[in-house]
């Protein structure tokens, strides 16, 4: 009797395949299911941190409107940027013309006051020709600062951090309230040293992990490629180019639509790769709530839009306005996961049905 015990015993010390193979699948469907949940947790995590990023952001745009008496425009329309540099700036000479020659006199001195407070200032009478070329922003010049503020992608970084440093941070413009940007435009010449002691503080700390480079390509139009600032030394297509405030790898934008603004077919297209010939490109645009005869009402028309692509890092199709209509409405897969400051719960998609256009 304990020899059968033994042996019986001794059988049943081992498992069948059958059973080693049913063990595997339950392994593997539970490694499947804690997977998806880890994926899905960490990009609710990533969210979560973009969308406390833009709250931020959020606190220094509205202290900007209380000490400016509005919020500063996008760069998408001239003529609210040279009256608001007007208002902010009341003393500040930007020669004289239309709307469009002033406009154009105001980002000379941007990209002069980009090359003097970064160090890249080239002084003389060609000064304001020869340091404002950025074909070649890497040169020994230092033009790697001499920034193009001229689209909303650097907004954010030029209203709310003003001019770099020689690391490209972002360090205030210059308290003179004549020469904020340290450029005297009917002289053609900086301002004096004593002058440029005295910077204006911030009102949004942007560090140099968090700035990274905007590169303007050709795909068959005016379009951009989104680059990191490492690979834009190699970046052969380069025309020009801009600092972004980056979160986790993208760019947030910032966008103050109004009823007087046109986004109409001006898109602005970023590239998931380097590589003009092979890129797939998203377009980054304001939302809207509806389309009224072809104009479209804004989400938070009286403030402000601030948009992150999301962990896929594509802002969407198309570049006409995307109109989002709550619950039964749709939203693109690549609209899906974008994170704004108008959506509380974070992406868009947890606000928005989702269907495929």
Not at 32 to 38: A, E, I, K
Not at 287 to 292: E, P
Request: overall charge negative; aromatic content about 12%; hydrophobic content about 35%.
């Amino acid at each position: 009797m304990t020899t059968y015990r033994r042996n019986y015993a001794s059988q049943r010390a081992g498992f069948t395949l059958v059973e080693i193979l049913v063990v595997i699948v339950i392994i593997g469907l539970l490694a499947g299911m804690t997977t998806t949940v880890v994926v899905s947790a960490r990009r609710s995590v990533n969210a979560s941190v973009i969308s406390s990023q833009e709250a931020q952001l959020s606190i220094a745009l509205d202290e900007y409107k209380n000490r400016y008496g509005e919020y500063p425009p996008d760069f998408s329309d001239t003529e609210a940027v040279v009256r608001h540099v007007k208002k902010r700036w009341p003393r500040m000479d930007l020669g004289s013309g239309t709307t469009d020659q002033l406009f154009a006199n105001f980002m000379i001195m941007v990209r002069e006051g980009c090359a003097l407070s970064s160090g890249g200032y080239v002084s003389g009478d060609s000064a304001l020709s020869s340091a404002s070329s950025l074909d070649q922003p890497d040169s020994g010049t230092n033009f790697r600062h001499v920034w193009d503020f001229a689209n909303h992608a650097s907004a954010l970084i030029f209203w709310l951090g003003g001019l770099p440093n020689s690391d490209g941070v972002p360090c205030g413009f210059y308290a003179s309230p004549k020469y904020p940007l340290g450029i005297n435009y009917s002289k053609n010449e900086a301002i004096a040293r004593p002058e440029r002691a005295k910077r204006e503080k911030p009102l949004f700390l942007f560090d140099k992990k968090s700035i990274g480079a905007l590169a303007v390509a050709d795909f068959n139009g005016t379009s951009a490629c989104y680059v990191d600032s490492a690979i834009l030394k190699s970046n052969d297509v380069v025309k020009r180019y801009m600092p972004v405030y980056l979160q986790g790898g993208y760019p947030v934008l910032y966008f103050r639509p109004t009823s007087a603004s046109s986004y109409l077919d001006k898109g602005f297209a970023f590239a998931d790769s380097d590589d003009p010939t092979s890129a797939t490109l998203s377009f980054a645009v304001p939302y809207a709530r509806t389309m009224n005869n072809g104009a479209p009402e804004w989400y938070e028309e009286s403030r402000f839009q601030l948009v992150h692509p999301g962990a896929d890092g594509l802002f969407g199709d198309g570049v006409s306005p995307r109109v989002l209509q709550p619950k039964n409405g749709s939203i693109s897969l690549a609209d899906d996961d974008n994170v704004t400051n108008f959506v509380d719960s974070g992406t868009l998609v947890s606000e928005y049905q989702e269907t495929i256009n």
